[in-house]
């Protein structure tokens, strides 16, 4: 006998699914997609054309950096009410991916100025914030983050520059290193102790304008890589400053302020790694299939899909943990650690990438003819600046056991 399905009776669902609820989109909304799209036609467009160039004679970027201002995929995060954009930390790891898959060098030249910007969103004065980032985000003047010393680099509250009130200015004394974009710069946010026996807590932030009396740049440094982001030292020789440049108003709070503009910063190193191992990665990928040896393209070779299918992993990976810390940034989230994972596995895959695809092309990636060389001795330095691997690893193992 055949039993239809509508004859049988069915079980009464005494539990019916509940609503599905989605906590992780990675879909990204259709002005993010717009924005990334721009950001990567001008890479295509400005950035990539004249890259090996500006390596080659560590010439500075500026007229590209003036046109990535005028397209507006630059300092996104200046609040709309100072004449900025008000994105988020999200929609800056977007632009910076692709810029930095154009070249890394120009990456890093053009988010100078959002880096020294960060300390003035979280901790400068309403009058302050009106005035040096309107500079910014309306006339597009540049500006750096002066933090870095010759003794004090990942060991920040060790550095000896110092700022002394004189009635209402602040004599500052000191010199900075691996300062970016130096030489172009307009005004820097500058580091001090205001009391040298506090330690960090006796550190204060400073605007310092390139054109204040005492304020002097020194020789432009011969880098591995980055070559064209205009590394210099800057020195201060009884450099006055009105109380007004004072970021915050009151003293001892720089070195907190600094410290959470990394917080921001984090992610958009990380996505210029993730960048630049994507670009390593792609001329890998195409140049394996370009060269053949033993009778058979180079990707044939299990040897070389095993390196390849790496390579593209740990891309992938970095892409989300940027993500995550981007998120968590604009969500409010105190994102010390995620900030600190991102940029510690992106740079060390950009590393391990860039090495990988020089491999791949074998002599032919030594010359610096192609552009996985250039890229090689790029990723180096991101495994050093914005607190190093071995840094961000501290700063993970104190988070994770700050509760025990």
């Given at each position: 006998?055949?039993?239809?399905?509508?004859?049988?009776?069915?079980?009464c669902?005494?539990?019916?699914?509940?609503?599905?609820?989605?906590?992780?989109?990675?879909?990204?909304?259709?002005?993010?997609?717009?924005?990334?799209?721009?950001?990567?036609?001008?890479?295509?467009?400005?950035?990539?054309?004249?890259?090996?160039?500006?390596?080659?004679?560590?010439?500075?970027?500026?007229?590209a950096?003036?046109?990535?201002?005028?397209?507006?995929?630059?300092?996104?995060?200046?609040?709309?009410?100072?004449?900025?954009?008000?994105l988020?930390?999200?929609?800056?790891?977007?632009?910076?991916?692709?810029?930095?898959?154009?070249?890394?060098?120009f990456?890093?030249?053009?988010?100078?100025?959002?880096?020294?910007?960060?300390?003035?969103?979280?901790?400068?004065?309403?009058?302050?914030?009106?005035?040096?980032?309107?500079?910014?985000?309306?006339?597009?003047?540049?500006?750096s983050?002066?933090?870095?010393?010759?003794?004090?680099?990942?060991?920040v509250?060790?550095?000896?520059?110092?700022?002394?009130?004189?009635?209402d200015?602040?004599?500052?004394?000191?010199?900075?290193?691996?300062i970016?974009?130096?030489?172009?710069s307009?005004?820097?946010?500058?580091?001090?102790?205001?009391?040298?026996?506090?330690?960090?807590?006796?550190m204060?932030?400073?605007?310092?304008?390139?054109?204040?009396?005492?304020?002097?740049?020194?020789?432009?440094?011969?880098?591995?890589?980055?070559?064209?982001?205009?590394?210099?030292?800057?020195?201060?020789?009884?450099?006055r400053?009105?109380?007004?440049?004072?970021?915050?108003?009151?003293?001892?709070?720089?070195?907190?302020?600094?410290?959470?503009?990394?917080?921001?910063?984090?992610p958009?190193?990380?996505?210029?790694?993730?960048?630049l191992?994507?670009?390593?990665?792609?001329?890998?990928?195409?140049?394996?299939?370009?060269?053949?040896?033993?009778?058979?393209?180079?990707?044939?070779h299990?040897?070389?899909?095993?390196?390849?299918?790496?390579?593209?992993?740990?891309?992938?990976?970095?892409?989300?943990?940027?993500?995550?810390?981007?998120?968590?940034?604009?969500?409010?989230?105190?994102?010390t650690?995620?900030?600190?994972?991102?940029?510690?596995?992106?740079?060390?895959?950009?590393?391990?990438?860039?090495?990988?695809?020089?491999?791949?092309?074998?002599?032919?990636?030594?010359?610096?003819?192609?552009?996985?060389?250039?890229?090689?001795?790029?990723?180096?330095?991101?495994?050093?600046?914005?607190?190093?691997?071995?840094?961000?690893?501290?700063?993970?193992?104190?988070?994770?056991?700050?509760?025990?």
């Amino acid at each position: 006998m055949n039993i239809s399905e509508e004859s049988v009776s069915k079980p009464c669902n005494l539990n019916p699914p509940l609503p599905r609820v989605i906590m992780v989109n990675f879909k990204l909304d259709d002005m993010q997609e717009g924005l990334r799209d721009l950001a990567h036609e001008f890479a295509i467009d400005e950035i990539r054309p004249n890259a090996e160039q500006w390596d080659e004679k560590s010439q500075y970027p500026k007229d590209a950096i003036s046109a990535a201002h005028e397209l507006g995929i630059l300092n996104l995060h200046i609040p709309e009410k100072y004449g900025g954009m008000g994105l988020g930390c999200m929609e800056e790891v977007l632009v910076n991916e692709e810029l930095a898959w154009g070249d890394p060098g120009f990456a890093t030249a053009a988010y100078a100025t959002a880096l020294a910007c960060a300390p003035l969103i979280t901790g400068a004065t309403e009058e302050q914030k009106e005035i040096w980032l309107r500079r910014v985000a309306e006339q597009g003047h540049l500006a750096s983050y002066a933090v870095t010393e010759p003794g004090a680099g990942s060991d920040v509250a060790a550095c000896k520059t110092t700022a002394v009130l004189d009635g209402d200015e602040y004599v500052i004394n000191g010199e900075k290193m691996w300062i970016t974009g130096a030489g172009y710069s307009d005004f820097f946010f500058v580091l001090a102790k205001t009391d040298i026996n506090a330690g960090y807590r006796g550190m204060s932030g400073f605007i310092v304008e390139r054109d204040a009396e005492g304020f002097s740049l020194g020789k432009k440094e011969t880098n591995m890589g980055q070559r064209c982001s205009d590394t210099r030292s800057i020195v201060f020789d009884n450099v006055r400053v009105s109380k007004d440049q004072l970021v915050g108003g009151s003293e001892s709070g720089g070195w907190m302020n600094a410290m959470k503009a990394f917080d921001v910063s984090r992610p958009n190193i990380a996505a210029h790694a993730t960048g630049l191992a994507r670009a390593s990665y792609e001329h890998a990928l195409q140049y394996s299939n370009e060269r053949s040896t033993f009778g058979k393209p180079l990707h044939k070779h299990q040897a070389i899909q095993f390196m390849l299918a790496d390579m593209k992993t740990k891309i992938e990976a970095s892409r989300m943990l940027t993500w995550k810390s981007a998120y968590e940034s604009d969500g409010g989230i105190r994102n010390t650690e995620s900030a600190a994972h991102a940029k510690r596995f992106a740079a060390d895959t950009a590393m391990e990438v860039s090495t990988d695809a020089v491999q791949i092309f074998g002599g032919y990636g030594y010359s610096e003819e192609y552009p996985v060389a250039r890229l090689m001795r790029a990723a180096k330095v991101m495994q050093i600046y914005e607190g190093s691997s071995q840094v961000q690893r501290m700063i993970i193992g104190r988070e994770i056991t700050k509760d025990f």
